[in-house]
Nanobody, 127 residues
Framework: QVQLVESGGGLVQAGGSLRLSCLASGRTFSFYAMGWFRQAPGKEREFVARISWSGGTYYADSVKGRFTISRDHAKNTLYLQMNTLKPEDTAVYYC?????????????????????WGQGTQVTVSS
């Protein structure tokens, strides 16, 4: 019901910044929370950040203070501003939609809680 396309990944040196974007399309006037996840080589996909329909945010401890999730409803776009990047941030980053808890009443963070996923965008941070 919701199609997602990520962009903005690339190669950056440690301490640098990147902004990822996720363009959403599909159902008009859909209400859903959205999130960012990442998967490093040989690792399981992990939660990074979540944002509710109204803009409330929640972050994994590993990115608090460095990453900022935001959304622009008018542009149907989700963003992840990543600052002070570290080599351990290297991963494929995915955006996802959670239509079952748009107001973050439960504030779900598991990969299985999200029903729609983008194709991912590679972020590589060199030391």
């Amino acid at each position: 019901q919701v199609q997602l396309v990520e962009s903005g990944g690339g190669l950056v040196q440690a301490g640098g910044s990147l902004r990822l974007s996720c363009l959403a399309s599909g159902r008009t006037f859909s209400f859903y929370a959205m999130g960012w996840f990442r998967q490093a080589p040989g690792k399981e996909r992990e939660f990074v950040a979540r944002i509710s329909w109204s803009g409330g945010t929640y972050y994994a401890d590993s990115v608090k203070g460095r990453f900022t999730i935001s959304r622009d409803h008018a542009k149907n776009t989700l963003y992840l501003q990543m600052n002070t990047l570290k080599p351990e941030d290297t991963a494929v980053y995915y955006c996802a939609a959670d239509p079952l808890d748009p107001w973050d009443v439960v504030r779900r963070t598991r990969t299985s809680d999200f029903g729609s996923w983008g194709q991912g965008t590679q972020v590589t941070v060199s030391s």
